[in-house]
């Protein structure tokens, strides 16, 4: 409650001049001899105690700073019967610096706990970053993680709508109403949100209130739930893919973790946000250049499909209508004859006759097989398979992976041979296991690591396949080990395009679902698929 501004009483002159003062005969003195001794801004004003009416004898005041010469405070004192000396003038000075060293302490205690924990929280999108292979999923983790981390009471994550790129939509958000998420929304220039995106720059402030371009468009929904009762601290910016900026993300009041901690944002909360922001623009155009692959592996397929149609339809004349039309002429002319009763018409004629139509009809026949083949396998056709047939061929082709890094499999066949058989594409249903196959064992980096296998009907409709794989730790590194998904934010992994072409496949193809968990010691996949 006791406050002094700069300049004013002699508590607030050490505060202006960050000088020691030593006065006195401080009941001697007046405005006028303190004036000319100290110069024309200082002045005596009784503000420490309440109701004083004796002038204290002695004033003595050090300013308390670091090494560095950053002001922190005042250290002073006054005596009513004695003189402060020269000597305690000494003392108090040397008190202030052990203060100002431990306020330093205190300080740089603070700031280096917070950079561990930016670091803490950059090493984690480091690794777990690009283990999503949806937005959604991307951003949810993102704003949940960098609330806690910059505790903040509210983040939100606004990017462009897709069909209209001049509005803002709310895609993911921490400690806001969850009905707000892909509801709420922006025009770009409108408000804070659409600044930001619309001129591309960082807005950090104390209080929003304060600012002339904030709106409050969702102001009194948002604060219903927070504990100040209001939005007031904010730090804003924007997410920028290549040149173009996509969107937007938020943070809203400060919530301090020491009594000394700001309430505010800070420069540092800012620079380290901001590479965070660009860690995860790095990993949204990942996304997108996937889904561009993904769409063009899946039109590859197509297009293989319709280059066996196109091909079979090419040498349908010569493997299968030629053989057709000589049988077709044999037949006519036996008829011919049969009909005329023509009686040069022998046995060994009539045999020649119908081995012409027989061979003429099983090349017709070959050709038919042979381009069915053809066209199965660039083309693909389904047929009923059991999924156990499916995971050995897949098994099989990894075996060499496997042996290498002597990882242990645990399957149950006495339950896969209860599972029915499925109406699949082999070749395709095949890539997609052992796509997934690769993911699930990418992560293991130990020999003798484990994966566990498990098939299950459920809900009496659905076939229900796990793939679980976990490192072992205990076991020695062995070489050349494959790199996690996340350990290089700027490649596209071949596990990830694996991932969103398997997805497509069996969301596509079979109206079914794929999700994959990273654990911390290896991969959990999942895969649902309607038996009808």
Known sequence: TVRYKSGEGLTGWVLKHKEKLLIQNLDEQTDE????????????????????????KSFIAVPIMSKNRKFYGVLRSSAVDTNFTYNQLEIFTNIADYIGIAIENSYLYLKEHKKADY???????????????????????VAQEVAMTFSAETCEIYLRDEKNPNILILRAGYGIPQELINSATHFIGEGLTGTIVKENRIIR????????????????????????????????????????????????????????????????????????VYMLSIAIENLQYLSSMQTS?????????????????????????????TAHLAVKNLQKKIVKGCANFDSSELSEKLGLIDSSLKEAADGVKTLQEFSTKAGFLKIKKTFQEIIDEALLYLSDEIL???????????????????????????????????IAISPLKHYKSHLFMDLSIIENCCLYMEIHSVDNLSEVVFENSQKNLGDNEDIVT???????VSEEIISNNYKGKIISTALNDGMLITVTIPLN
């Open 404 to 438: 290498h890094k002597k990882i242990n499999i645990y399957r149950d066949r006495t339950k896969e041979i209860e599972i029915p058989e499925i109406l699949v594409e082999p070749n395709e249903m095949i890539e997609v296991v052992i796509n997934l196959l690769i």
């Open 205 to 276: 402030l104390k209080n929003v209130l304060n600012y002339p371009k904030y709106k409050g468009k969702y102001r009194s929904r948002m604060k219903e739930n927070l504990k100040y009762g209001d939005r007031l601290a904010f730090l804003g910016i924007p997410i920028v893919v290549k040149t173009d900026v996509i969107g937007c993300i938020k943070l809203y009041n400060k919530i301090p973790r020491f009594s000394s901690s700001e309430t505010y944002f800070t420069t540092d909360d800012e620079n380290y946000l901001d590479i965070l």
């Open 119 to 141: 670091f803490k929280l950059l090493t984690e999108f480091g690794t777990k970053l690009h283990s999503h292979y949806r937005l959604d999923d991307l951003i949810k983790f």
């Open 494 to 500: 071949p596990q990830q395009f694996m991932f969103n």
């Open 297 to 325: 592996a899946i039109q590859i397929i197509k297009t293989q499909r319709l280059t066996a149609l196109g091909t079979m339809a090419m040498r349908l004349p010569n493997e299968i209508t030629n053989s057709l039309t």
């Open 33 to 56: 001899s303190l004036k000319k001794k100290f110069g024309s801004d200082i002045n005596w004003k009784s503000k420490f105690v309440e109701g004083e009416t004796k002038k204290a």
